[in-house]
């Protein structure tokens, strides 16, 4: 297992954690409670990482994707998709290129 997805474990565990608590004093709370909110700050996040790639920012662009990662994941608590089922779509896609996997999609 790699150092980031027992990160990104840990990090989803706390984040469960913080559902029910107040929003007023949990960050976290306050994304569950509000999946809108959490998917228009994983939105900042994302312009904020592309942001630093194209800057060529190593540190900035490690720093956004961080808080990319942990917006994502908030965001998928807060709308009831488990990573179980995130883990499941990538799994269907895997041994196809990328090309022929956004062919089959249907518009």
């Known amino acids: 297992m790699s150092r980031l997805s ?3 474990d ?5 984040i469960e954690a913080r559902r029910g608590a107040d929003p007023s004093e949990s960050w976290t709370a306050k994304l569950l ?4 909110l959490a998917a228009k ?6 312009v904020e990482t592309v942001l630093a790639a ?3 920012d190593r540190d ?4 956004e994707s961080a808080d990319v990662l942990y917006h994502l994941l908030a965001l998928l608590a807060a709308s009831g998709v488990s990573l179980d089922e ?3 779509k990538l ?4 041994g196809r290129s990328g090309v022929a996997e956004k062919a089959s999609r249907t518009p």
């Open 41 to 46: 700050k994983l939105g900042e996040e994302a």
């Open 54 to 56: 194209a800057l060529k």
């Open 91 to 94: 799994e269907a896609r895997e």
């Open 60 to 63: 900035a662009l490690a720093a």
């Open 33 to 36: 409670a509000d999946p809108t």
């Open 6 to 8: 027992e990160v990104l």
């Open 10 to 14: 840990r990090l989803a565990a706390t």
């Open 86 to 88: 995130v883990a499941a």
